[in-house]
């Protein structure tokens, strides 16, 4: 067996992430574009007018009342921050941040891109009026990065967009943290403690499996509304909300029982296998990665646009700029996303690779790492956000952070730009110490499919000149179907055509494949396997243990005599399968090369006759 090095494949989840976040850039940027249009158009303060109107929602006496500005910012927000958490969940469980190796780097880049930034803000405005805004240079735009990336294409290459993505969902983390205990003023103890109640009683609803969705909305919004009264942003309600949702990898279990539910209703069409059937395909997929796929694009291309359209808004003039330009926060902010963020990743990259804690995946050179680093320096949606809290009260303060926002991301996206026009491929591979020249991540390849012996169930001639393999379980429909594709295969192809059968039970969906294998090993002591196979086959509905017993003494057979050698055959039948590619049943092999096409006579048919053609010789 050969070991190679592997980037990760990414999941379709992940995947839609990335185009929808990248995608949602010329929105956000446009939005961004339009709040500075509208704040500097001849109209007066219509802009701040606007978005400081005050909206009340009220029942009876009880209510609040909050300004546009709020209403997004701390409402329609929360929904985004629901999303991040929902990512944040996924990848921590299912996803990258479960690799220690491939989550250790980006792990530490990222602190060291949120500890830089805020110390370079802070040497420069330590002790002045600006201080608290050094949480402002400290977060990444997802959505701005991986849109610049897309657009610098092919001198971007895939493992370097899975880095930044992790790294920026651990900088998210991060970011969501500062938020959550630095920028959180007058705690309400009572506020907090039905927080908790309420979470206490969505956690209830998810042990007792009550999957009821206004349930959940109506808890979520108490959530918000009690974390809105704590004095803790209730922004922080939505990744809370999200990190309690339910994500699951598909297993294989889902996966087949939702199939064979499937093909049942296309066989015998009925009002409950449509309801069998629908349900059992969404459970194939965590709720976690349906509401990503409903939620994403809007907060993408509805939410994050408000929101920018609400807050970008600053004035730009001769007076503003000349006044950004000596100002400790602009410069601040600027230099922490344009510096800061640069060499905090740079070091925070350097230092685990240097000391072998991880590796990168693929073989990414310094060039293309510096340049991902420079990308991430563009601040935008968290850098607004807390620009808001550090300044809730100093629209000039605002106003100077918004411009080093401004400065700061475009100078890191110039900087970038520039990295991947002149060093992307230089600086040789970012490897640990004596990793083999790339991110030291292996995954084996493929075993070959072992050879058939004498231990082997067999039908045909040892010397024929194509070798059919299937693993087989049988309890499976599928498998069932395809006794008599291979029986007719057999007849058409007749001394030309071996055929093998090997054990391959799905324990987890069929509970008796294991114990009908198990006979069907006892059969074959005495000679019988392929009586069994048949028989065994042919009541595919009837294997219970007292089923599999009848069937043994019909033909003379002790079912379960030597039943640990019996079971450790099976196992290894399964081991190896696993080991060539077989992943489901049926699975077949021609002549050792895993089948990937239909699995009826046809397809089959196709696949032997090339078979044969090349045992000829023939192109």
């Known amino acids: 067996m050969t070991e190679r090095s592997v980037v990760p494949a990414l999941p379709a989840g992940l995947r839609a992430f990335l185009v929808t976040a990248t995608n949602s ?20 303060d219509s802009y701040e007018h606007f978005w ?41 469980r299912v996803g990258q941040l ?33 201080a608290a805004g050094w949480g402002i240079p400290v977060a990444s735009d997802t959505a701005f990065v991986l849109g610049l990336l897309a657009v610098i294409g092919a001198r971007c290459p895939e493992p370097l967009r899975l880095f930044v993505l992790t790294l920026t969902v651990v900088d998210d983390i991060l970011a969501i943290l500062i938020v959550a205990v630095f920028y959180t003023e007058d705690l309400s103890p009572w506020a907090l403690l039905a927080v908790a109640v ?65 093909h049942a209703l296309s066989r015998d069409p009925s009002p409950e296998l449509e309801r069998l059937a629908t349900r059992s395909v969404q459970r194939t997929v965590s709720i976690n990665e349906r509401l990503q796929l409903r939620l994403l694009p809007w ?31 602009a410069i601040g902010v600027a230099a922490g996303l344009l510096l ?73 996206a110039v900087m970038g730009w520039l990295i991947f026009r002149l060093a992307w491929d230089r600086g040789g591979v970012c490897a640990p110490p004596g990793a083999p020249g790339d991110d030291g991540a292996f995954e084996p390849e493929p075993e070959p499919v072992p050879s058939v012996t004498a231990r082997d169930h067999v039908r045909g001639p040892d010397d024929a000149p194509v070798t059919l393999v299937e693993y087989g379980d049988f309890e499976c429909p599928y498998c069932g179907r395809a006794v008599d594709t291979i029986r007719r295969l057999q007849e058409q192809y007749g001394d030309r055509l071996r055929y093998v059968f090997r054990h391959f039970p799905l324990r987890e969906v069929h509970p008796h494949a294991v114990s009908a294998a198990v006979v069907s090993e006892a059969a074959a002591d005495r000679g019988r396997f392929w009586e069994m196979h048949d028989l ?16 043994a003494e019909r033909l003379g057979v002790e079912a379960w005599a030597d039943l640990a050698r019996h079971r450790e055959r099976v196992n290894t039948d399964r081991e190896a399968g696993e080991r060539s590619g077989a992943s489901g049943t049926p699975t077949f092999f021609v002549n050792g090369a895993l089948h990937e096409g239909p699995h009826d006579q046809a397809g089959l048919a196709a696949a032997i006759d090339q078979a044969l053609e090349e045992a000829r010789g023939t192109p």
């Open 198 to 262: 309420l979470v206490a009683l969505i956690a209830a609803l998810r042990w007792l499996q009550i999957w009821r969705a206004p349930a959940y909305v109506a808890l979520g919004l108490g959530v918000w509304a009690a974390m809105l009264e704590s004095g803790v942003h209730p922004t922080a309600a939505g990744v809370l909300l999200g990190m309690l949702v339910t994500v699951y990898a598909p297993s294989e279990h889902k996966l087949l029982t939702a199939s064979e539910i499937v």
């Open 340 to 412: 800061g963020k640069f060499g905090g990743i740079a070091i925070g990259t350097f230092i685990p690779l240097r000391l072998g804690w991880g590796g990168l995946p693929g073989n990414l050179v310094w060039g293309q790492v510096l340049g991902g680093a420079a990308v991430s320096g563009i601040g935008f949606t968290v850098a607004l956000f807390i620009t808001g809290l550090a300044f809730a009260d100093e629209p000039a303060m605002q106003s100077q952070a918004k411009i080093g926002i401004l400065a700061g991301s475009l100078l890191a």
């Open 299 to 329: 907060t993408s291309y509805v939410i994050v646009p408000v929101f920018a359209v609400a807050n970008a808004g600053v004035v730009l003039n001769a007076e503003t700029l000349g006044e950004a330009a000596t100002s400790p926060i």
């Open 52 to 92: 400081e109107t005050e909206l009340a929602v009220s029942l009876g006496e009880r209510g609040f009342s909050l300004t546009l500005r709020e209403w997004v910012n701390d409402g329609l927000m929360t929904l985004f921050f629901f999303v991040i958490g929902l990512e944040i969940s996924q990848q921590i």
């Open 25 to 44: 850039t010329s929105v956000l940027l446009a939005a961004t574009a339009a709040g500075l249009l509208w704040a500097n158009l001849p109209l007066g």
């Open 98 to 130: 479960r690799d220690r190796r491939l989550v250790a780097v980006p792990v530490v880049a990222a602190a060291g891109g949120i500890a830089v930034p805020a110390l370079t803000y802070t040497a420069i405005n330590a002790g002045g009026p600006g």
């Open 536 to 551: 065994l086959f042919a009541n595919q509905l009837a294997l219970t243990d007292a089923d599999l017993t009848s069937y």
